[in-house]
């Protein structure tokens, strides 16, 4: 059986200033989420592993998470943080060079004014991640698409890694103008795009599988299944999904691929893209089942 990688998922000991994006609708995860409860969510769903990507925008988390992935051999990989706007990125680089549970960095760009991804600075940053095997996460909503397209154009030879399919506006039923865009963003051969986010764009309580399902159809057909990897964006997923439900729909909706169409987007396509060694002796897991 091929392996299983969630390929977006967070850990965070929670505070409440921190985590102020954490409203109350998403109230079930005002708490801490650490090993022991992703283990226990992968188990569910016979998941091998995952990349844990970073939530807050601190050198400090990028350093706990691959701290926790050298003890947690659940966790293949770290998609962390890095001052891509500072002149001492440099350095960090080099810290970090070292580091093979380093796949990618990822700055809340969601976050930012229009106009962030064409900042000289922020594209100096990227330019540097060249020859560094560095993965870059687009974290965006759908208005910020046309800003990407022109983005990646920028950096032909610098792999990029679309997460919640750009959080189209699922909510309300609109496609359009998310599935143009993305489109145009998918004929970019170094974009690769995770099944992941869709639920809470849906509506945290209120979506279903039907209603996911068009925007689904966009992306297998955009990127085709060797370049979408799934994510289940846990514990965000939580606030109104289960951790093997969400499996279990995105399994419903790849049933009719091929075996290596299926293999790709539920593994293979994660391996391949953030260099993920599935197999890590040296890494033992605690008696605790993971680091408290």
Known sequence: MSVRVDAHQHLWHYDAEEFSWIDEEHRDIRRDFLTRDLQAAMSSARVNGSVAIQARQSIEETEWLIDVARTFPG???????LPL????????LEHFSAEPLLKGLRHVVQSEPDGFLERTDFNAGIERLRGTDLTYDLLIVERQLPEAVRFVDRHPQQMFVLDHIAKPRIATGEIEPWRKHLRALAERPNVICKLSGMTTEAGVRQWTSDQLKPYVDVVLDAFGAERIMIGSDWPVLLAGCQYAQWWGIVE????????????SILGQTAQRIYHLQTSAPERNLNKEGGLA
Not at 75 to 81: D, F, K, L, N
């Open 252 to 263: 419903g909706w790849v049933a009719e691929l091929s075996s290596g169409e299926r293999a």
């Open 85 to 92: 706007l500072s002149d001492a990125l440099d350095e960090h």
């Open 75 to 81: 966790i293949y990989g770290v998609v962390g943080w």
